[in-house]
């Protein structure tokens, strides 16, 4: 069809040439003049600035241990979400399922920043939680959990909007048999729908992932911005621009640019991937 | 419905997924409600209406339109050309449209403040000639752009791909121009995609923060948007009033959610 749609629809050269141009000229002017700036800036400073970042300031090398722990911890938990919720919307009609794939949804539209407010609001010490929080000495506001939590809310749709498209592509029908032919509910699992779903997963995660990394207005609200404490790295790169260290700002901007080029390529892998395994009918 | 009864875990997913959902979002989100119903009508009237408030909401929307309304006209071109043609880098383009969605929106606001500074690559052009695209209103329109770049693109171009091209060559055969087969075959065609990608970046706009905080100066009345005003207020310890301001926000997040729904209904009407 891609052929017969090349000489069928193809229009005039001319038209086409200026349309790619003006493509092409769009992107570079407002994504990679962008991108490549991140990483001129934070190499014009030389090696030594990322020397000076990463060994030298301990508030930012705990800022890379910092998202390499909340990140992780979010999109373990969207993990099991995502699974879960496919599972029941995917494979099961149930009355209020549109209505819980609009609350999957919700976050999306949500300003990071509200999500950061409305956790401050139920766990902050004027909250309903906050007093019985404190005198048990559980900080969740300005502390580890609440980044946990907020980054958790903001990237709840990626893993199981990425799930439920691949799962009802797949259909049932393997399960049924392997139900009926008597595996159990997590042998079933295991042995046939993960791997049927494992590489939409795996998209779902490393994006998840992107996002949970990168989450800022949440994290401010709740994280109390402590250096060396609740900075997270896009936190991190915030206060050194703040004290006009712009170059340290970029180095650290530069390692959170690198992860979004490393997240495109994989997710190029797997659509390449994809494409060989299945071609289009 | 058969289906129930044959494959296990249906009460295991849907009472987790509807647990999760509620304990994580619902719970929090109504939080803001309950909080914002605390106050009196004065209180909330005075936060929401304040001059700095409506000036603040007045720059979120109308610069969420403005870039929506960028990405819808370019948007389409990219994917017209990502969706017709083949032609080398073709793969690279594609992936550059989803950077948008991989960058930490504090990146892009760090590189769009350094870009149209004077001494910035694209600032040594435009501040001499009087266009300063950092510390301005135009800072916050431009780097919405950027954040709700890929959104139209990939509404619209798996349709494009999956369009059919007999209705396109009727057109022509029956001796329809270029230009009226695109006004009056592909452009209502594609329209519940295009809307549905409009209303995702608008939606996404809306609540912005990581990156606007870099690129606007932040300037009250000027260049404050309203969740810049949110934490603003939060740091003051005005939780009534950043409640009030965030409620207002959240309503409009609702409507927005609407909005993308009842357009993907009208769009699985028309694809499906």
Same mark, same amino acid.
């Given at each position: 069809?891609?052929?017969?749609?090349?000489?069928?629809?193809?229009?005039?050269?001319?038209?086409?040439?200026?349309?790619?141009?003006?493509?092409?000229?769009?992107?570079?002017?407002?994504?990679?003049?962008?991108?490549?700036?991140?990483?001129?800036?934070?190499?014009?400073?030389?090696?030594?600035?990322?020397?000076?970042?990463?060994?030298?300031?301990?508030?930012?090398?705990?800022?890379?241990?910092?998202?390499?722990?909340?990140?992780?911890?979010?999109?373990?938990?969207?993990?099991?979400?995502?699974?879960?919720?496919?599972?029941?919307?995917?494979?099961?009609?149930?009355?209020?399922?549109?209505?819980?794939?609009?609350?999957?949804?919700?976050?999306?539209?949500?300003?990071?920043?509200?999500?950061?407010?409305?956790?401050?609001?139920?766990?902050?010490?004027?909250?309903?939680?906050?007093?019985?929080?404190?005198?048990?000495?559980?900080?969740?506001?300005?502390?580890?959990?609440?980044?946990?939590?907020?980054?958790?809310?903001?990237?709840?749709?990626?893993?199981?909007?990425?799930?439920?498209?691949?799962?009802?592509?797949?259909?049932?029908?393997?399960?049924?048999?392997?139900?009926?032919?008597?595996?159990?509910?997590?042998?079933?699992?295991?042995?046939?729908?993960?791997?049927?779903?494992?590489?939409?997963?795996?998209?779902?995660?490393?994006?998840?992932?992107?996002?949970?990394?990168?989450?800022?207005?949440?994290?401010?609200?709740?994280?109390?911005?402590?250096? $060396?404490?609740?900075?997270?790295?896009?936190?991190?790169?915030?206060?050194?621009?703040?004290?006009?260290?712009?170059?340290?700002?970029?180095?650290?901007?530069?390692?959170?640019?690198?992860?979004?080029?490393?997240?495109?390529?994989?997710?190029?892998?797997?659509?390449?991937?994809?494409?060989?395994?299945?071609?289009?009918? | 419905?058969?289906?129930?009864?044959?494959?296990?875990?249906?009460?295991?997913?849907?009472?987790?997924?509807?647990?999760?959902?509620?304990?994580?979002?619902?719970?929090?989100?109504?939080?803001?409600?309950?909080?914002?119903?605390?106050?009196?009508?004065?209180?909330?009237?005075?936060?929401?209406?304040?001059?700095?408030?409506?000036?603040?909401?007045?720059?979120?929307?109308?610069?969420?339109?403005?870039?929506?309304?960028?990405?819808?006209?370019?948007?389409?071109?990219?994917?017209?050309?990502?969706?017709?043609?083949?032609?080398?880098?073709?793969?690279?383009?594609?992936?550059?449209?989803?950077?948008?969605?991989?960058?930490?929106?504090?990146?892009?606001?760090?590189?769009?403040?350094?870009?149209?500074?004077?001494?910035?690559?694209? $600032?040594?052009?435009?501040?001499?000639? $009087?266009?300063?695209?950092?510390?301005?209103?135009?800072?916050?329109?431009?780097?919405?752009?950027?954040?709700?770049?890929?959104?139209?693109?990939?509404?619209?171009?798996?349709?494009?791909?999956?369009?059919?091209?007999?209705?396109?060559?009727?057109?022509?055969?029956? $001796?329809?121009?270029?230009?009226?087969?695109?006004?009056?075959?592909?452009?209502?065609?594609?329209?519940?995609?295009?809307?549905?990608?409009?209303?995702?970046?608008?939606?996404?706009?809306?609540?912005?923060?990581?990156?606007?905080?870099?690129?606007?100066?932040?300037?009250?009345?000027?260049?404050?948007?309203?969740?810049?005003?949110?934490?603003?207020?939060?740091?003051?310890?005005?939780?009534?009033?950043?409640?009030?301001?965030?409620?207002?926000?959240?309503?409009?997040?609702?409507?927005?959610?609407?909005?993308?729904?009842?357009?993907?209904?009208?769009?699985?009407?028309?694809?499906?």
């Amino acid at each position: 069809m891609r052929e017969s749609a090349a000489i069928t629809r193809g229009d005039a050269p001319l038209v086409r040439r200026a349309l790619i141009g003006v493509a092409v000229g769009y992107l570079s002017l407002f994504v990679l003049v962008p991108l490549a700036n991140v990483f001129a800036q934070a190499l014009a400073g030389g090696v030594t600035a990322y020397w000076h970042v990463l060994v030298r300031d301990p508030d930012s090398l705990h800022a890379v241990i910092l998202t390499l722990t909340v990140a992780p911890a979010a999109v373990a938990a969207n993990l099991t979400l995502g699974v879960a919720a496919a599972w029941a919307i995917a494979r099961f009609r149930f009355p209020g399922r549109a209505g819980l794939i609009s609350l999957i949804d919700l976050p999306f539209s949500v300003s990071p920043v509200v999500a950061g407010l409305v956790y401050v609001l139920l766990f902050g010490s004027q909250g309903p939680f906050g007093s019985w929080l404190r005198a048990h000495g559980i900080a969740i506001i300005f502390a580890l959990p609440g980044l946990i939590l907020v980054t958790v809310f903001v990237t709840v749709p990626f893993i199981a909007r990425e799930l439920i498209p691949v799962m009802e592509a797949t259909g049932p029908e393997e399960e049924i048999a392997a139900v009926t032919l008597g595996a159990g509910a997590w042998q079933t699992f295991w042995r046939v729908t993960l791997p049927n779903i494992k590489w939409g997963l795996l998209y779902g995660v490393i994006l998840c992932n992107a996002r949970a990394m990168g989450e800022f207005g949440a994290a401010y609200v709740v994280s109390g911005h402590i250096a $060396g404490k609740t900075e997270t790295l896009p936190l991190r790169a915030e206060t050194l621009f703040q004290e006009y260290d712009v170059r340290g700002a970029f180095a650290v901007g530069s390692m959170l640019a690198s992860m979004t080029v490393l997240t495109l390529v994989l997710k190029a892998l797997i659509e390449w991937r994809n494409r060989r395994r299945r071609p289009p009918a | 419905m058969a289906r129930r009864h044959v494959l296990p875990g249906y009460g295991l997913s849907l009472g987790y997924t509807t647990a999760y959902l509620g304990l994580l979002v619902l719970i929090p989100l109504a939080m803001c409600f309950l909080r914002a119903a605390g106050l009196s009508r004065e209180q909330f009237v005075a936060a929401v209406s304040s001059d700095r408030a409506v000036a603040a909401y007045t720059l979120t929307f109308g610069a969420s339109l403005l870039a929506a309304l960028v990405n819808a006209l370019f948007g389409l071109v990219l994917a017209w050309v990502l969706g017709r043609y083949d032609f080398p880098g073709k793969r690279l383009i594609d992936s550059l449209v989803d950077v948008p969605l991989a960058l930490p929106t504090a990146v892009a606001g760090l590189t769009f403040s350094s870009l149209y500074v004077q001494t910035g690559w694209l $600032g040594r052009v435009l501040v001499p000639l $009087g266009i300063h695209g950092a510390y301005s209103r135009l800072a916050v329109v431009l780097v919405l752009t950027f954040t709700g770049l890929p959104f139209v693109v990939r509404a619209v171009q798996p349709v494009l791909e999956a369009s059919d091209p007999a209705v396109e060559e009727a057109a022509a055969c029956l $001796g329809a121009t270029s230009g009226q087969t695109f006004r009056r075959v592909i452009l209502p065609y594609l329209l519940p995609a295009w809307l549905t990608g409009i209303a995702l970046a608008f939606a996404r706009a809306l609540g912005e923060y990581g990156s606007v905080v870099f690129v606007s100066g932040n300037l009250p009345y000027r260049t404050e948007i309203a969740p810049v005003l949110i934490v603003e207020r939060l740091e003051e310890f005005a939780y009534g009033e950043a409640t009030a301001i965030a409620a207002v926000l959240l309503v409009f997040s609702f409507a927005s959610l609407l909005t993308i729904n009842l357009l993907g209904r009208w769009s699985a009407r028309r694809y499906a």
